[in-house]
């Protein structure tokens, strides 16, 4: 498709298990951003990737939260252990160039419930 | 600390009954000012990006302004489609290059 892509739409899981989120970013553009999106609340940063590296991880709430991305393409967001605050709909969106530089596109995100 | 804040945080409307959305920003380095458009259970949709004090874009019935220390996006005459929670982002300097914050949004509701 010609937009940014996340699988699932809707993930429910207890509290305690892992959960894995994906982004499949519009082609061709290099950067792309996780958010994550609370009832009532702004976008909240998580995590920049340029290419496969991330030079800003400065909004992972903690050390349970991770990503990568491979081939420039694809990342995956996971989440380890999981808590009921982590309860939220979480954003990817994806930019040509470098951040800053070209409006960001989004997904319709994955609305995770921890029960 | 940077901030962005929106005002109000929900608004309902006549159909054809106009009004401004306000996004109000103490930054430091502020590059670039965005509107995003977002509907229930969608991601944000882009809008427009304002640069500078004075620059004004439009689309439809939608007119985005910026001053030195806010925004207004303009609704003319608006219709039901236009229900939909719209998001201003600041682009904020980062250590090497700049990020966007956000504001909580104004929830918009447009009755015919």
């Known amino acids: 498709g010609a937009g940014v892509s996340q699988s699932p739409s809707n993930k429910v899981t207890e509290k305690g298990k892992d959960v894995e989120l994906r982004c499949d970013p519009i082609?061709?553009?290099?950067?792309l951003y996780w958010y994550r999106q609370s009832l009532g609340q702004g976008l909240e940063f998580l995590i920049y990737f340029q290419g496969n590296s991330a030079p800003d991880k400065s909004g992972l709430p903690s050390d349970r939260f991770s990503a990568e991305r491979t081939g420039g393409s694809v990342s995956t967001l996971t989440i380890q252990r999981t808590q009921q605050e982590d309860s939220a709909v979480y954003l990817c969106a994806s930019s040509l160039g470098d951040r800053g530089s070209q409006p960001q596109h989004f997904g319709d995100g994955t609305r995770l419930s921890i029960l | 600390e940077d901030q962005v804040t929106q005002s109000p945080e929900a608004l309902r409307l006549q159909e054809g009954e106009s009004s401004s959305l306000n996004c109000s920003y103490t930054v430091s380095g502020l590059r670039g000012l965005f509107w995003y458009r977002q509907d229930p259970g969608k991601g944000p949709e882009f809008l427009f990006t304002l640069y500078s004090a004075g620059e004004e874009k439009e689309k439809e019935r939608l007119k985005a302004t910026l001053t030195k220390k806010e925004s207004f996006l303009h609704i003319t005459a608006p219709k039901p489609e236009d229900s939909a929670t719209y998001l201003c982002a600041v682009q904020v300097k980062a250590s090497n290059d700049y990020k966007l914050s956000f504001g909580a949004g104004t929830t918009v509701t447009v009755r015919a």
């Open positions: 082609s061709g553009h290099t950067a």
